[in-house]
Nanobody, 123 residues
Framework: QVQLVESGGGLVHPGGSLTLSCAAS????????MAWFRQAPGQEREFVAF????????HYTDSVKGRFTISRDIAKNTVYLQMNSLNPEDTAVYYC????????????????WGQGTQVTVSS
């Protein structure tokens, strides 16, 4: 089991940037595929990005490709989401998740979740 705590959310103007962090506690952090999901009001939770255990590869949903970057620091047990060129459609609660197997783009592929951090993009 992995405990996850997100931070770094806030209010940003359109075109701005934010970096989210997710601190993980528990054993064998490097074994876990880590992901970011988001949920806007009245919408289902959607996949944003994942990174494999050792950070060898990553995958993004189409709407964030070229704007968001997921990374991880194994030594710090932390995964990051660098978000650039933010627009109002990126407004959501962002969740960090950890999983060992299954479809990396689906919620069911992750067992452990953080509490979420709010990102609001507005002028």
């Amino acid at each position: 089991q992995v405990q996850l705590v997100e931070s770094g959310g806030g209010l940003v103007h359109p075109g701005g940037s934010l970096t989210l962090s997710c601190a993980a506690s528990g054993r064998n952090f490097a074994n876990y595929r880590m992901a970011w999901f988001r949920q806007a009001p009245g919408q289902e939770r959607e996949f944003v990005a994942f990174i494999t255990g050792l950070g060898v590869s990553s995958h993004y949903t189409d709407s964030v490709k070229g704007r968001f970057t997921i990374s991880r620091d194994i030594a710090k047990n932390t995964v990051y989401l660098q978000m650039n060129s933010l627009n109002p459609e990126d407004t959501a609660v962002y969740y960090c998740a950890a999983g060992l197997s299954g479809d990396g783009t689906r919620s069911r592929g992750y067992k452990d979740w953080g509490q979420g951090t709010q990102v609001t993009v507005s002028s």
